[in-house]
């Protein structure tokens, strides 16, 4: 009865897809309250980035620690986060590894265009890091910015003929001392 036309059913999986999960939604507060401004799901860009802050010519990923296997200890499969469940445990284990290498290549590629990543785990977003956490990428946001303008030289200067950060004309935000106050 309720048969979708191809392009609502494209439209059903992009809005299944791109669900704001709560860890994302605490990363884009956090960084909005930062001073940050960013935009959301870069279709064009390789993975998808959860949030594009093209001043920093960062993407940040914002994952799951299952799903993307965070690696807390020396291996994948003695994580102490990524907890590999012992029931059909090489199923878990391959599929694990293909979505971790998807990630870094598509980093890698990233990287080839000129883009910073930055990967946020759903366990370092928890109540009680949650603040810690996002005064990293924060220092990290304007560690990255201050490089990229340090090493311009006239060469350098040349070539870049974009002129994309006009946009969003911020002053860099000194790190927040800013605490909530919520000890989860
Ligand atoms: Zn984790």
Redesign the pocket.
Known sequence: MDKLTAEQRHRNMAAIRSKDTKPELTVRRGLWKRGFRYRLNHKRLPGHPDLVLRKYRTCIFVNG?FWHG?M?GDSLEDSA??RIPSTNREFWEAKIRRNKARDKEEQRRLAEMGWHSITV????LKPSRREDTLDAIAFTLNHIWLQDHKIETPDSKAQGEDHEEEEDELPIMPIAAERNGDSG
């Not at 785990?121 to 370092?124: G, I, K, L, M, P």
């Open positions: 620690c965070h807390v986060c990524c785990w759903e366990c370092e």
